[in-house]
């Protein structure tokens, strides 16, 4: 996120959710939902892609 410019607590207040749920996500300690991981995106200004090669 730090490309983004944005801080764990200001996609946290984006996502409204707790910025301990973004650390989670970034240090890959839980499994997440693909409905997570859209939003995820979107409040990044990104699309999300998933291909199976």
Not at 37 to 43: D, H, I
Request: proline letters at 0%.
């Amino acid at each position: 996120m730090k490309e983004e410019g944005l801080t764990q607590q200001e996609l946290a207040d984006k996502l409204q959710t707790q910025k301990s749920a973004i650390s989670r996500i970034e240090n890959n300690s839980e499994d997440v939902k693909l409905s997570t991981l859209e939003r995820f995106a979107s409040a990044l200004g990104k699309k999300l892609e998933l291909r199976l090669v």
